[in-house]
């Protein structure tokens, strides 16, 4: 992008660092300009005329002189929607592909200092275009900054870069066009387009202020990563796994035929391989020859992240502190220097790292957010492989979301999705059929007489017992079998089982261990490590948990035992069983009905469970772990809750909406604008970018964080309370992992019984009183002397 050669440009600056340098704001935005355009692999000429205009309202005397007499306060001369004034004023033209362009525009510039605002409410009250109309004649200096920008700005170069940003437009929109086949898709996949536009002008502006605080020339940072050295440890580090049984040969061929597949075009795939088949190191292969630029691993579960971070690293002979990898979940800990901070803080906000390992709460949250500060790292994911692991576990509620979002990340962007799965959900057959998987998307294909002999498990489905016979028959089982994984719906119901188990076990014959949330990350992680142990000591054990060891876990008992559950969950849990194939024969997966279970609050188990009963009833010699069976449920499941795919919301006024609708075609409120002033809305865009952001939850936000005293807890509390405020936020981040979510009700019953302090009222950290928490099952209900921390 040129700029006017007018010397007079130099007067205007963009921004003062520390020392007092200035940076020439013609010099900001043709940076901006330039590196935007540079990060966009679509529509790279709209991507520069929104870098070029993004910060023209500072071109103000008001802005110039709070500049350089530094006398108001950072923020209040307002100067982020002075741009999208200008689009109208600049750019003539006024055909469909123009004023579409014009429209995206003045979003993404207004919105470039904190999200990406409603284009039209739902009550159609309010409406983006006409509000920013209005604005133009306020107090925002324009008639000025647009004579300014006459110094700044080379219009025959704007121009230009308009005609060819319609040019790409219209390539654009005609693809969009091909691609999908519904008009709310094709809605949708614009307000992607925007979110991707937008995300490359937020990182270009954020990054260029960055290099200028630090005084580093931007071009430093530019690098192309080399793959071939990774490749190269992987493929040797591979070859030396053992292939001395059955099992192992065959996750060798898995593995192969991943590496095979790698040849395919960009796409949406799927990894479907039965528990213990190999798949995070054969999924890896894959991303590493299939030649993309960056691969994003994406996990369901932070119990397991850690677990899959320490497989990819060893494999790559990677340290734990190398920058290729970049690990943004909640459970790493933020380094104590201002350095690391930073370096980590600009990490995980940009995604710029050749491998991302993170959870599918950050990918959903950043792919729905309206915020600049989530949406800068979208643009990172374009031209990647993007690897799902564990995709059943995927809130129902977000499936149409997701499905839009993978789609416009392959159809689009260029992103190669690989969506894994032991039980693999019907994800491209819901009611909208909005999966735009490939041609042919099984990366393995005639391979069912190897995933036969994959199997080590048999579905045994017994009768309907109570909690009492339910834990006789755990006790008689374990006895018989050395060591059993019970697996059950409630953390109520694990404690339950826990206590008849110790009376039966009063002589200390096997050692006993619990799982659950109700007990801190930490202690979970030492819990397991301590199972781990004994199950490699061949030592009695029972493990009594919740479906948080169902998926992903590493581990291998003699005998699963199940409480009747979702198909999915059994199939899950049975992976935990004979993992290796140990003996000749098939061990035994036991799943059982517990008599009066109230599910009441847990809806999809409950609907889970009622649909397996049905599969049992209707299969009764089948074969429950067989891929024909788990369709079977998959369909019987999604035919029940498509009105639920949708994130169906109630907004203020009783109005029922979805987020899906919100971020497509918007017609509710469109609707609602008919009937209210009747007339037709007449803009392009109407997505409600910022109430959908709002809405969003992948976990519902119903719970309360405490620190409980467990391990470290002491220590950090103490650290705490001695440290400064950059050492308190260091510390804050190490207590999350000791800590637990309470529901509302649990913990108004226990702000009522006093067990509940407030330790800094500024941060709301809360803490657990000892003796509410015990070394055996984690937080407690009621106060007890037995198992109690002191």
Same mark, same amino acid.
């Given at each position: 992008? &040129? ?18 340098? =200035? ?50 306060? &950072? ?128 990182? @270009? ?79 890896? &292969? ?59 803080? !600009? ?54 979301? =997701? ?15 690989? !969506? ?43 009768? *309907? ?85 169902? @998926? ?19 199939? *899950?849990? @049975? ?38 009963? &049905? ?11 067989? *891929? ?113 979510? !309470? ?48």
């Amino acid at each position: 992008m &040129r700029f006017a050669k007018d010397k007079r440009n130099t007067y205007f600056k963009a921004r003062k660092d520390e020392k007092g340098n =200035f940076q020439q704001l013609n010099v900001h935005l043709q940076n901006v300009s330039k590196m935007a355009s540079g990060f966009a692999s679509i529509a790279p000429n709209l991507i520069s005329l929104a870098g070029s205009l993004h910060d023209i309202g500072k071109a103000s005397y008001e802005f110039q002189t709070y500049l350089n007499n530094g006398d108001k306060k &950072r923020g209040t001369v307002k100067h982020s929607i002075q741009g999208a004034f200008l689009v109208n004023d600049i750019f003539d033209s006024k055909n469909q592909l123009a004023s579409l362009i014009k429209e995206i525009l003045e979003i993404v510039i207004s919105g470039h200092h904190g999200s990406l605002s409603d284009l039209i409410s739902p009550d159609s009250d309010k409406i983006f275009f006409d509000k920013l109309n209005l604005a133009i004649n306020s107090e925002y200096d324009y008639l000025n900054i647009k004579n300014n920008s006459k110094l700044i700005l080379d219009k025959t170069e704007l121009d230009r870069l308009f005609i060819n940003a319609q040019k790409e437009m219209s390539e654009i929109i005609n693809h969009i066009g091909k691609t999908y086949k519904s008009y709310a898709s094709k809605k949708f996949a614009l307000g992607l387009l925007i979110k991707y536009i937008y995300s490359c002008l937020i990182d @270009a502006d954020r990054l260029d202020a960055y290099f200028f605080d630090i005084q580093e020339d931007i071009k430093s940072s530019q690098k192309i990563f080399n793959w071939s050295n990774l490749i190269e440890t992987f493929e040797k580090n591979i070859g030396k796994f053992n292939i001395n049984n059955k099992i192992s040969k065959i996750r060798s061929l898995i593995s192969e035929k991943c590496k095979n597949a790698a040849k395919r075009n960009t796409g949406i795939y799927l990894l479907s391989v039965p528990t213990g088949g190999g798949k995070t190191l054969s999924s890896l &292969r894959f991303a590493l020859h299939h030649h993309k630029k960056r691969i994003i691993y994406v996990i369901p579960y932070l119990s397991i992240i850690e677990q899959t971070a320490k497989n990819i690293r060893n494999i790559l002979e990677l340290e734990p502190n190398s920058d290729i990898i970049l690990e943004h979940h909640s459970n790493i800990v933020i380094p104590n220097d201002d350095e690391g901070k930073n370096l980590k803080k !600009l990490a995980d906000s940009r995604w710029d790292n050749p491998i991302i390992i993170t959870t599918m709460v950050q990918f959903l949250e950043t792919v729905m957010s309206s915020k600049a500060s989530n949406l800068r790292k979208f643009h990172s994911m374009s031209n990647s492989v993007i690897i799902f692991d564990e995709i059943q576990s995927l809130p129902i509620k977000t499936i149409h979301l =997701f499905n839009e979002v993978v789609s416009f990340l392959s159809k689009i962007m260029n992103a190669t999705i690989l !969506l894994c799965s032991a039980t693999q959900p019907l994800l491209s057959q819901t009611k909208k059929k909005n999966l735009l998987l490939s041609p042919e998307p099984n990366l393995i294909e005639n391979f069912e007489k190897e995933f036969t002999d994959l199997k080590r498990t048999k579905i045994i489905a017994e009768k *309907q017992m109570s909690i009492d016979e339910f834990s006789q028959f755990v006790w008689e089982k374990v006895l018989s079998n050395n060591n059993c994984l019970v697996i059950v719906n409630k953390k109520s119901e694990a404690r339950q089982v826990c206590e008849l188990l110790k009376e039966k076990n009063k002589s200390g014959i096997l050692e006993l261990s619990h799982l659950s949330t109700s007990m801190c990350a930490t202690h979970r992680i030492k819990t397991l490590e301590d199972i781990k142990s004994s199950l490699d000591k061949n030592k009695k054990i029972i493990c009594v948990s919740t479906q948080l060891i169902e @998926a992903g876990v590493d581990i291998s008992f003699d005998c699963v035992i199940r409480a009747m559950a979702g198909l999915d969950s059994i199939v *899950q849990s @049975a992976g935990r069983c004979n993992r290796n194939g140990d003996g000749t024969t098939e061990k035994n997966v036991y799943v059982v009905p517990l008599k009066n279970e109230n599910l009441d609050k847990l809806i999809d188990i409950q609907s889970g469970k009622t649909i397996t009963a &049905r599969i049992l009833n209707e299969n009764k010699e089948a074969d429950y772990l067989s *891929q024909e069976i788990l369709n079977q449920y998959y369909k019987y499941y999604f035919f029940e809750k498509q009105t639920q795919m949708d994130y169906p919301i109630m907004i203020s006024g009783n109005i029922q909406n979805s987020i899906y609708s919100m971020l497509s075609d918007n017609l509710s409120s469109i609707n609602n604008y008919k009937n209210r002033t009747n007339k037709t809305y007449s803009h392009f865009i109407s997505q409600a970018f910022t109430l959908a952001s709002e809405k969003f939850k992948v976990i519902d936000n119903n719970t309360t964080a405490v620190v409980v005293y467990y391990g470290n807890t002491e220590k950090l509390l103490a650290d705490y309370k001695s440290s400064d405020l950059k050492n308190k936020i260091a510390i804050l981040q190490e207590l999350q992992k000791y800590s637990v979510s !309470l529901y509302s009700y649990e913990y108004e019953k226990l702000l009522e019984q006093g067990a509940i302090t407030e330790i800094d009222e500024e941060f709301g950290v809360k803490l657990l009183a000892s003796y509410y928490y015990s070394d055996m099952y984690g937080y407690t209900e009621e106060a007890n002397s037995e198992d109690l921390i002191k």
